[in-house]
């Protein structure tokens, strides 16, 4: 199983692949907040394609943990953060993922 920092690390050279600037202390709360579930290969990325899993993102992230509602734009800022991610990349890590959404939406403070 690889460590925290491997995981970190990880997303620091995907966003850096993609030419995204990030906040590293950020990402890593991101990460950390994830629990387990940025090492079990299935939980660790974000099915694009699949509908229930944007609604999962939407309902338990989104509402649930950063506190938005559906006027917010959630679907916006979930497309922006696919696009970032790009669409055709099938590794699109939970932790970035999230934390593209907590940037997007201003909720830093929530970590």
């Known amino acids: 199983m690889a460590s925290l920092q491997e995981c970190v690390d990880t997303y620091k050279a995907e966003f850096d692949k ?11 709360k991101v990460a950390r907040g994830l629990g387990p579930a940025i090492y079990n290969k299935d939980a660790s ?18 509402k649930g943990k950063l506190g938005l ?4 734009d ?6 922006e953060a696919i696009e970032t991610l790009g669409a055709s990349n ?3 890590y939970r932790a970035m ?4 959404l907590v940037k ?3 909720k830093e403070s929530a970590y």
Do not use: H
């Not at 944007?54 to 992230?61: G, I, S």
């Not at 509602?69 to 917010?72: I, K």
């Not at 959630?74 to 497309?79: P, R, V």
């Open 97 to 100: 993922f999230y934390y593209l």
């Open 18 to 28: 993609l030419g995204v600037s990030y906040d590293a202390d950020l990402l890593e």
């Open 104 to 106: 997007k939406f201003g």
């Open 90 to 92: 099938r590794n699109k």
């Open 74 to 79: 959630l679907d916006g800022g979930i497309a």
């Open 45 to 62: 990325t974000v099915a694009a394609s699949d509908e229930s899993e944007l609604d999962t993102v939407k309902n338990n992230f989104l």
């Open 69 to 72: 509602s559906d006027s917010d």
